[in-house]
């Protein structure tokens, strides 16, 4: 009976651990709120400059964001079935740190489509301390270089960024060029679970406890007397 109650105590415990690992692994980033730190359009750029650049005052742990609509003159490369840019893209933070990206729009090559150039992901080539790039953003990674969804990363020092587009192969300056400061926060879909979880291996914990309280049987001995008589 011990050593059922001492497996089964096991079993619980194991079974909490492993609900509660899956459960808290399980999670979605929700946007609280966004606010427009800084935004420029095509009319307010130079159109013979090299490169564009703006600049905001971000808060350590505020998500930075930046929006780069394409310009009319964006025309860029083709490849088999579809047009591409590749446009370089450097974030500097407040105390010096410089980040580098690629970030890739596409379309596609059909005459009768009518959808136009639009934002597809973005290579991360070099970052400094003063970015954080989140795991839940990340598309993928090939041969060191890291694929993300979204242009944005959490900050790391409060201070002035400064983002710049360097023209590269782009015929004007992007039609909207914004930096956004959004403040997020973590969901767990699944904490009902979490809370199963941690009631198992309470549960298994004082059974365990229970189980180890249980008095065993003691043996017996008993004492034979020999009385040897003697003549």
Known sequence: M???????SLVLLLIGILTISVAANIKSEVIVSRDEVKKKTGSELDKTASSWSISG?????RKLRVVIQPGDLWFGDYAPGYGYIELPVSIYDPQGGQTNVTV?????????????????????????SGLTFEEIDKIDTVNGTEYYR?????????GIYNVTIFRAGVG???????????????????LFA?????????????????????????????????????K
């Open 2 to 8: 011990r050593k059922d109650f001492l497996t089964l």
């Open 57 to 61: 005052n971000f808060s350590k742990g």
């Open 104 to 128: 890739v729009f596409t379309m596609p090559v059909d005459p009768y489509s009518n959808i136009y150039l639009q934002f597809d992901h973005v290579e991360l080539e070099h970052k400094s």
């Open 150 to 158: 979204d242009l944005a990363a959490i900050v790391e020092f409060d």
């Open 172 to 190: 004007d300056p992007p039609s909207i060029f914004k930096l956004e400061s959004l403040v997020v926060e973590w969901r767990y879909p699944y």
């Open 194 to 230: 979490i809370v199963a979880g941690g009631c198992l291996i309470f549960a298994a914990l004082l059974l365990l406890i229970w189980t180890w309280k249980i008095k065993q049987p003691k043996s017996k001995s008993r004492k034979v007397r020999t009385s040897i008589k003697r």
